[in-house]
């Protein structure tokens, strides 16, 4: 039996990253220019530190039409648990994965390092090159 296609074979490295420290309203310009519904914070140190999503924006800015001004940093506003997938894992266990959460798309790590995403698209992708 042939092995499975892995994650680290159809995830997307070009990633659109965000700092802790910056600018909540200017994190949302990022992910509205990029067309992306979240991105991952990458620390000083090149660690993953948690993710924004466009609810967790959504957050921010319900928060400033409160309080009629924007503040905060990213870091205030992005989840800091984050779900990822190794790198190494097929395609299928992948989909498993997708399936038993909520979310849209994973970082990938490697080695303790990001190395990538991989979104449902993506996935679907790997599944119908593979199968379909």
Do not use: H
């Amino acid at each position: 039996m042939m092995a499975r296609p892995k994650i680290s074979d159809y995830m997307v490295s070009e990633l659109v990253t965000l700092a802790p420290e910056m600018e909540i309203n200017r994190a949302m310009k990022v992910l509205l220019d990029r067309a992306v519904s979240g991105a991952p914070v990458i620390d000083g140190k090149g660690e993953l530190v948690g993710v924004l999503s466009q609810k967790d924006c959504l957050k921010a800015a319900l928060n400033a039409s409160y309080y009629q001004e924007w503040g905060g940093a990213v870091a205030d506003y992005m989840s800091t648990v984050v779900e990822t997938l190794d790198a190494e894992l097929d395609i299928v266990e992948a989909a498993e994965r997708f399936l038993g959460s909520n979310y849209r798309r994973f970082p990938v790590m490697l080695d303790g390092r990001m190395v990538g995403q991989i979104s449902r698209a993506d996935l679907l992708r790997a599944l119908v090159d593979n199968w379909g």
